[in-house]
Nanobody
Framework: QVQLVESGGGLVQAGGSLRLSCAAS????????MGWFRQAPGKERAIVAT????????YYADSVKGRFSISRDNAKNTVYLQMNNLKPEDTAIYYC?????????????????????WGQGTQVTVSS
């Protein structure tokens, strides 16, 4: 069974930073991409950032460009999300997700339905 465990969430003041980590474990699977999604109350789950596992192609939602940075450690099956200059509107539950399979590395998948495995989520709260 695939397990994704997020860590690093918490409470931070506006303008501060947090670093989220997500480690995948359990049964062996082929990773095409790992990404971060977030869901705030009353809103749909939406992409934050994603990175392909082989080529490292990255995508960021417009709302986080220039502030967030996604990175990966393939050997550790771990993906990170460095979040800087946090804003109250970043408050949400952040979910780590894995898209499994063989795909062209140039293709970026940004929909929640494109991903196969999910973590439990970690709360990020940004106060003003």
């Amino acid at each position: 069974q695939v397990q994704l465990v997020e860590s690093g969430g918490g409470l931070v003041q506006a303008g501060g930073s947090l670093r989220l980590s997500c480690a995948a474990s359990g049964r062996t699977f082929i990773t095409y991409a790992m990404g971060w999604f977030r869901q705030a109350p009353g809103k749909e789950r939406a992409i934050v950032a994603t990175v392909t596992w082989s080529g490292g192609t990255k995508y960021y939602a417009d709302s986080v460009k220039g502030r967030f940075s996604i990175s990966r450690d393939n050997a550790k099956n771990t993906v990170y999300l460095q979040m800087n200059n946090l804003k109250p509107e970043d408050t949400a539950i952040y979910y780590c997700a894995v898209k499994s399979g063989y795909y062209s590395d140039s293709v970026v998948y940004t929909g929640a339905r494109d991903y196969d495995y999910w973590g439990q989520g970690t709360q990020v709260t940004v106060s003003s």
